[in-house]
């Protein structure tokens, strides 16, 4: 299973990006997809998820009221809208799914069994 994260780049701080989450050969409706990242000597951790009806979203602290995550299943892709973005935001931005359909995984890295390669997001000051 793959999934491709996109959209980093360079961005000054107070900018935004949208990242976008996308799966290749297989459907990501059925499943919750969450946002991660790693910044540079630092543990990942956790940004965003969604369910996989989208009726339920959870942020870290760090990110409320900044980001939204959001999905288009018709398009099969989630995306990050990144505002107000900080130099603190920068960092590998990744997206992963739970190994089980339907299923709304909490926080922990380990409920999330498929990843993706990240997408890297610089925020200058």
């Known amino acids: 299973v793959q999934l491709q994260a996109s959209g980093g780049g360079l961005v000054r701080a107070g900018g935004y990006l949208r990242l976008s989450c996308a799966p290749s050969?297989?459907?990501?409706?059925?499943?919750?997809v969450g946002w991660f990242r790693q910044a540079p000597g630092r543990e990942r951790e956790f940004v965003a998820f969604?369910?996989?009806?989208?009726?339920?979203?959870n942020y870290a602290d760090s990110v409320k009221g900044r980001f939204t995550i959001s999905r288009d299943n018709a398009k099969n892709a989630v995306y990050l809208q990144m505002n107000s973005l900080k130099p603190e935001d920068t960092a590998v931005y990744s997206c992963?799914?739970?190994?089980?359909?339907?299923?709304?995984?909490?926080?922990?890295?380990?409920?999330?069994?498929?990843w993706g390669q990240g997408t890297l997001v610089t925020v200058s000051s």
């Open positions: 992963a799914t739970p190994g089980d359909r339907y299923r709304t995984p909490t926080r922990h890295e380990h409920e999330w069994t498929f």
């Open positions: 050969g297989r459907t990501l409706r059925t499943y919750a």
């Open positions: 969604i369910t996989w009806t989208g009726s339920i979203t």
